[in-house]
């Protein structure tokens, strides 16, 4: 903490400044995730654990692939303009979760399930 205060006040150069900034929000993000997980009924914890939260980390992979067209500080279409481009990368992110995703991870655990049938049953009868 003291390291901290003393690159805010006294910065030797810009790109040190920034790496010890950087490194030391790092660290301080790896804390919190760290008290998080031993601490999961803390506030925070209950915060992260939420329902809410929890439906946008299943959606993250889709709202990962859809968040580009819509938040975009390049454009004036009105489709990137705040708060219609949120809800709009929200809207791909759960059709895209719904249509595709979803149905591709069930097809992928009835390939598992085959696939550990066959595994089973080719073990069972080398014995």
Sequence with gaps: ???AVLVLIYP???KLSMLVEQSLLNLAIALCIHRCVLLPSSQL???LNSRA??????LSYSLY???QPFINRGSTAAMTSF???IALAFAAAVLSYSLVERP???LKQRFESVTTKLSDHSVGSAS
């Design 1 to 3: 903490m003291v390291l």
């Design 12 to 14: 030797i150069s810009t």
């Design 45 to 47: 914890g209950r915060i």
């Design 53 to 58: 939260l929890g439906s946008v980390g299943v």
């Design 65 to 67: 692939l859809w968040q």
């Design 83 to 85: 708060p219609a481009n």
């Design 104 to 106: 591709f991870l069930k």
